[in-house]
Structures are given as structure tokens and as C-alpha cells.
């Protein structure tokens, strides 16, 4: 998958191309600030589609964070559907203006995948976890730990992109996915790990260390 290596992801000239051609032939057609405009939209779509290289932790107990963001929930919970025990939770928030490449949160083997159609609520509400569209995502690590993180469609983010599949071995901070236009990533951990992060702190996909598992 050499692509992901790419400063922008295969996924985002989907957008970028169609916005560019059209730029260009008006261009020929209307006025200079309608031109300007369309040319403002590309560079944006360039920059929401960016795929930055991340700094990963080497120490091997470490959780990094999915996303980039704002943690908009930390705490408690009780995860009924896959765990079905209680959990340590941790919500990321992912405005427009975040990179919105997702990782690996730590090393392991993916043990499932499960696609959810759903709703688009705004991804900062608490209702949708539970509600949107999502991709859950269910990782087992080499001593049995296991990890469930969630890829939640928001408002305007329709289309929800995973690049690996169930039976993967997979690197903590390895770029598996992306949220088109605003999103959400929630991650579940065991009780028992070292929390290192909290509500409204902001968080870098593959490089912010959210936790250490005990």
C-alpha cells in the first residue's frame, strides 16, 4: 500500500482532480473572482486530504492516538455490544481542519471488522457512538489485551475509508484508514491502563501517547 506513503491520500484526488479540471476551463468562461474562488476550494481540498509523516513512540506499552483532534470525552464506560464489560473511553473529535488519516493505536492482530450503517448526527454529540454511521474496528495485542477503536461518520463526513482487513497484523501509528470532512474516533481501553489524556486536550493521530497498557 505505497500510496498511504504520499503526501496526500490516493483518496483525496477523487476530489481534488474533478474541482481542478473545473477550475481550469472556467478559467476561460467567467470572471476572474469565480476562478479564484473554485482555485480556493482545490487548495483546500489539498490541505483537508494531507498525509503528514508521524514521530511513533517506541515504547512498546504505549496506546497513541487514532486521530488527530480534541478529546471531547474520557472516562468510564460500559461497552455492551463487542467488550461487553467496562472500559476506559476516549472520544477524538475531528473538525475540517484536522489531518483525518486514522492509526493504529497499538500493535496487534485485527480480529474483526464490522461496517454499521447509520445516521449523520454532528460526530460531537454523545449520541453518535451509538447512532451514525461507523466502522468498528476490534484489535488483539500479543499478550491477549484487546482494544476496540471506532471510526464514526459526523454531519458533513458521508464516506468512511478502511484500507486494512480482519486477520491483519498491524504496527502501532500504521495509517489504516480516513473520515472524509469531519468526524469522530472513539477508542476503548482496559481499566487497568495509565490514562495519559483529558477532555479538551488536542491529540495527534500516531504520535500523542494517550495511555500505557498495564
Known sequence: MRYIEFPIVKEGFLFIIPFLLLTVILAFFVPVYFTFFFALINLFLIFF???????IPDHERAVVAPADGRVI??????????????VFKISIFMSVFN????RIPVSGTIIDI????????SAN???ASQLNERN????????QKEILFIQIAGF?????VCWIKKGDSVLKGQRFGLICFGSRVDIFLPLETRIKVKVGQRVKGGET???YLE
Open 49 to 55: 486530504f494531507r498525509n503528514p509523516k508521524r514521530v
Open 73 to 86: 470525552h474520557a472516562g468510564r464506560w460500559t461497552e455492551d455490544q463487542f467488550l461487553k464489560r467496562s
Open 99 to 102: 489531518v483525518h488519516v486514522n
Open 114 to 121: 464490522i461496517y454499521k450503517k447509520g445516521r449523520f448526527f
Open 125 to 127: 454529540f454523545n449520541k
Open 136 to 143: 468498528i474496528l476490534l484489535l488483539e495485542t500479543k499478550d
Open 156 to 160: 458533513i463526513a458521508r464516506r468512511i
Open 209 to 211: 501517547i494517550m495511555g
